[in-house]
């Protein structure tokens, strides 16, 4: 199957969850939709997926009606088959149809022998593709390294991959399989998760020439639909209700009996009530993070009012506040009312208070891009006006917008190792600031400095680096600098291990009679070196 000027895919997305006894009597969730790629220049493609359909949700037998017939994004293609840079266009982070993202990346492979990382929400997975015949690659799964789960919480996990392929095209089938079992309360919460992608002729979609459908923040207006319960429907009558939904939400961190238990807040209790619940010492710190949570899950125009008195009372304690914070920032939907608030503790007398308002702005921007500029300009002023902007600039990080990148690039020519820090956190990601990254890294002396620049750049897949760059890195690592830096630098250099050749693999093997570098960097390089 040749390329033509239109590469369509159908594709269907199958999920099951529910504890591992009774995975089998759960009924899966089914998505199909199509897939559609237009290439604009050698490495450039616009993208689409269309015939989007509601999606059902086991968790609350629910329909979500989606709000999109046709969802526009942008995606890069390497000549080797790599996919990178899938761009949403601002669709919002928790939209059902953020899993468009999931499909497209897996429709990426390399070649055999190749390892790569890839920087999921969930973590970084770390795999080798294989060449298992002329047309079909396949990857194995190395390592994983879980970023909002502890490892010790995760009892198996499992993949397969392949796609079928003529040469580097693209390919012309996908099938990905992963099951993943975690403790949960003492049990087993089993996910599995299935992803069937085949190529087909389409004739070539009209919507092409709709260039509103690739503009900037294109997708940002698309609102996060709400599942409206079929069935289930928990309701909480009276003061006993509220206590059993407390010590429920203490096993179990159910969202529907925290928004069931919200919604009895608001109807039945003043905000003062709520706010003597929140200051009564003999309750369980837990109980007061679950009314907090409560109200967040309720999701109504009051309960965003109340978390912002909360946060605001100086009565009630700095970690009950800085919780109404953070549920503020993590609030479905939310509104101008919950930027006034943030904005406001800003300037709160509590250090730490003003310091999560703030990062707590920079989530709403993230999760609700239509106040994007409007947050990005509070940030940006605070940026100016601060006389230590590490703040500030950890806040313009959670927007995770290029476009203010100009305002952050100077910061990283700071006197301060944590501002130079943070400013690398942000330009690190951006592969149009690669090589000043890299000369950065080949001249600084702070390790904290040198964690952020590498880490960022491997997290955020802004690797592999030009070949010219590893005989300085290599030459700083043998350097008469401090040991500190050599163990930093090598860490980052192993990270490199997918581009290496005989002189890297001859340089490591030196490196591990080296005198200078501990025993736990000697033993990373035995480990990258295996098998090379």
């Known amino acids: 199957m040749t390329e033509t000027n239109q590469i369509t895919y159908e594709n269907t997305f199958t999920m099951r969850m529910g504890l591992s006894e009774n995975l089998n009597n759960v009924q899966s969730n089914v998505v199909s939709f199509r897939l559609a790629f237009k290439r604009i220049n050698d490495v450039s493609y616009l993208g689409i997926a269309y015939d989007l359909k509601p999606i059902y949700t086991n968790s609350e037998s629910a329909v979500i009606e989606t709000d999109i017939e046709q969802l526009g994004f942008t995606v890069s293609r390497n000549i080797n088959g790599k996919i990178t840079d899938i761009d949403l266009l601002g669709l919002p982070q928790n939209h059902p149809y953020g899993m468009v993202k999931h499909v497209v990346s897996q429709l990426s492979f390399l070649p055999a022998g190749t390892e790569m990382r890839y920087s999921l929400e969930d973590g970084i997975y770390h795999y080798e593709y294989t060449r298992e015949s002329p047309s079909r690659t396949s990857r194995r799964l190395i390592e994983i390294d879980h970023q909002n789960i502890p490892e010790d919480l995760i009892n198996r996990h499992n993949e397969s991959w392949y796609v079928k392929h003529e040469g580097t ?45 690739f503009a900037q923040n294109a997708n940002a207006g698309f609102t996060v639909p709400m599942a409206v319960p079929e069935e289930e429907n928990i309701q909480i009558a009276n003061v006993v209700d509220f206590q059993n939904a407390l010590m429920l939400l203490d096993a179990n961190l159910d969202p529907a009996v925290a928004k069931a238990m919200g919604l009895f807040m608001l109807e039945e209790q003043t905000p003062d009530e709520i706010m003597s619940f929140l200051m009564d010492d003999a309750l369980p710190t837990e109980h007061h993070a679950h009314i907090i949570y409560a109200l967040q899950k309720a999701g109504t125009p009051l309960a965003e009012e109340y978390l912002g008195e909360i946060a605001s009372n100086a009565d009630i304690s700095t970690l009950n506040r800085t919780r109404a914070i953070v549920s503020s920032g ?5 509104s101008q009312t919950s930027i006034d608030s943030l904005y406001n503790l800003m300037s709160d007398n509590e250090q730490s208070i003003a310091n999560a308002a703030s990062l707590n702005l920079g989530t709403i921007a993230k999760r609700t891009p239509k106040f994007d500029q409007q947050i990005g300009g509070i940030l940006l002023n605070k940026l100016k006006s601060d006389s230590d902007p590490y703040m500030a600039l950890l806040s313009i990080s959670n927007i995770n917008n290029p476009a203010y990148d100009k305002y952050v690039i100077p910061y990283a020519k700071d006197s301060r190792f944590h501002v130079r820090a943070a400013a ?39 690797v ?15 350097g008469d600098g401090p040991p500190v830096i050599s163990s930093r ?18 340089f490591l093997r030196g490196l591990i009679s080296s005198k200078t570098l501990s025993e736990s960097d000697r033993s990373d390089i035995s480990k990258a070196l295996f098998g090379l």
Do not use: C
């Open 464 to 478: 592999p680096v030009p070949s010219t760059f590893l005989p300085h890195l290599r030459s700083r690592i043998t």
């Open 489 to 506: 630098l090598v860490k980052f250099y192993l990270a490199l291990k997918v581009q290496f050749n005989q002189t890297d693999i001859q």
């Open 330 to 334: 993590l609030f479905d939907g939310a």
């Open 424 to 462: 690398y956190s942000i330009i690190a990601r951006r592969n149009n600031q690669q090589n000043n990254v890299l000369t950065a890294l080949l001249s600084e002396r702070h390790p904290k400095v040198i964690d952020s620049i590498a880490n960022t750049l491997v997290k955020f897949q802004n």
């Open 169 to 213: 095209e693209w390919p012309k089938e996908m099938l990905f399989n992963m099951q993943r079992e975690v403790q949960f309360q003492g049990r087993l919460l089993a996910v599995e998760q299935n992803i069937e992608s085949k190529r087909v002729i389409s004739p070539e979609l009209a919507l092409w020439s709709q260039e509103t459908l």
